[in-house]
Nanobody, 126 residues
Framework: QVRLVESGGDSVQPGGSLRLSCELS????????MGWFRQAPGKEREAVAG????????HLADSVKDRFFISRVNTEKLMFLDMRDLQAEDTGRYYC???????????????????WGQGTQVGASS
């Protein structure tokens, strides 16, 4: 059974940077497309970024497109989310997710992802 564990969450000042990591265990990572989602207090969970099995294709939400970068290293079973210029609206719990098959243009749909981590907390405030 696939297990996903996130790390790297922290509290930073506005304008700061963080790198989140997601480690996959229990299966072959290259068989899964992956994604990052986040949930702010009192709000619904939203998609942040998605990446295909090889890493050749990536997607980013419009709100983070110029500030976040998603990547993966299959041989190390790791996926990353590099975040810069963090703002208060980026505050929330960030979740790693994985799914099999074709990621596609609907990469933001939670229903595509079969496995989820427990999340890591990110905060940006002065």
């Amino acid at each position: 059974q696939v297990r996903l564990v996130e790390s790297g969450g922290d509290s930073v000042q506005p304008g700061g940077s963080l790198r989140l990591s997601c480690e996959l265990s229990g299966d072959i990572m290259r068989d899964y497309f992956m994604g990052w989602f986040r949930q702010a207090p009192g709000k619904e969970r939203e998609a942040v970024a998605g990446i295909t099995q090889t890493g050749a294709g990536t997607h980013l939400a419009d709100s983070v497109k110029d500030r976040f970068f998603i990547s993966r290293v299959n041989t190390e079973k790791l996926m990353f989310l590099d975040m810069r210029d963090l703002q208060a609206e980026d505050t929330g719990r960030y979740y790693c997710a994985a799914g099999r098959g074709w990621l596609g243009e609907d990469w933001y749909s939670e229903a595509k992802y079969s496995d989820w981590g427990q999340g890591t907390q990110v905060g940006a405030s002065s």
